[in-house]
């Protein structure tokens, strides 16, 4: 499975938001942290607050804090929210005509990997920004976006992951 950019610009900012839960953090600042854009980064945020993962705020002083705590975010939560299409091969949804695949009813290989994702899931749903963003992690984090800052400061292109 290969997650698409909106869920992994979602991550991204949980992150860089639960990295900072000390203050509200700006849609300009997350954007130059990972050196994305920032007209997409507006859909990625706008879609995580329907979900309640974080709330914002507009306006002079705005910005994002996580909606709860970093403990209750479930990484499997983020991802199911995130992504618009779960199947895994292109034989698992309706073709644009209406049909499906010719071996739907038989194929052995559909239910493998409908257990493969189930068990992708279980292992994301074990895992929580919170647990995620342990103390040496948020060390580390801190260090690599205080280098793209310094980075982006001199005119050159920010450093990303």
Do not use: W
């Amino acid at each position: 499975m290969r997650m698409t950019l909106h869920t992994d610009y979602a991550l991204r900012t949980l992150f860089y938001v639960g990295l900072h839960t000390d203050r509200r953090v700006s849609i300009r600042e997350v954007a130059n942290a990972y050196g994305i854009s920032e007209n997409h980064l507006v859909k990625v945020i706008h879609k995580l607050g329907r979900g309640g993962f974080i709330q914002t705020m507009r306006g002079r002083g705005g910005g994002m804090t996580l909606a709860r705590a970093a403990d209750e975010i479930r990484i499997g939560d983020v991802v199911r929210y995130t992504e618009e299409d779960m199947n895994l091969v292109a034989c698992e949804s309706t073709t644009t005509d209406g049909r499906s695949c010719v071996l739907a009813r038989q194929c052995s290989l559909r239910g493998l990997l409908g257990q493969a994702l189930a068990a992708f899931m279980s292992v994301l749903d074990d895992a929580t920004l919170g647990s995620l963003l342990t103390d040496e992690e948020c060390i580390v984090l801190r260090q690599i976006f205080a280098v793209a800052q310094v980075t982006d400061t001199r005119g050159a292109a920010p450093v990303t992951q």
